[in-house]
């Protein structure tokens, strides 16, 4: 978050910013942190800002965390709580690059790293934009209904699911199907968005029953049920 440095001169404490006042943070192997960084994470994501010596600082605007994390099985991993893991928007399992890309960036490391050559691509008043454009893709009452529906399925499957999606889960699919939809350069939300994006949202906030688990059921299993047990709005 930063840290206060006596300045001599002026016999003040002066406050350094530390790396999560950026528009982007990547939090690499996030579970590797420890629980007392980690809440102060869980401030930035939920609040976007820091307390820090008793005085709250804003974060710039736009915010996005992006993480990256370790099997749990893995040493030196923490599990992180229930609500931290409700703040990241969605999950997705990046997995191994084909051949090809991997050849690929071994070309790319020949002579120096990429990161030497990075250049911008978008402005913070691109991203500012594109989110007010979002915000302007129409969700019919039937698509938002649609949506509670499928979350709250999640919170009455006792038997299979120990802890179901907050509503959290609910504004994040929201927010995602618009996005979606925008991408495909539509200014409404359809089924097919939710449902394609259902996965991603929910895996992550889902916690399975342990016997569940033992017979091999997974967090995929219990959406694709969800989504064949929920109506379609039409």
Known sequence: TGVSIYNQKTGEFEFNEGPIFANIVLADEINRTTPRTQSALLEAMQEFRVTMDGTVRELPTPFF???????????????????????????????YPSNQEESNILTRNLKESPIETLQSVVSVTDIISVQKAVMEVHIDQKIADYIVQIVSASRNMPGDIKLGASPRASLALMRTSRALAFLDKRDYVIPDDVKNLAYSVLKHRLILQPRSIVRGLTAKDTVNHILKKVPVPV
């Open 65 to 95: 965390v992006i993480a990256t994390e370790n099997p749990i099985e893995f040493h030196g991993t923490y599990p992180l709580p229930e609500s931290q893991v409700d703040r990241f928007l969605i999950q997705l399992a990046v997995g």
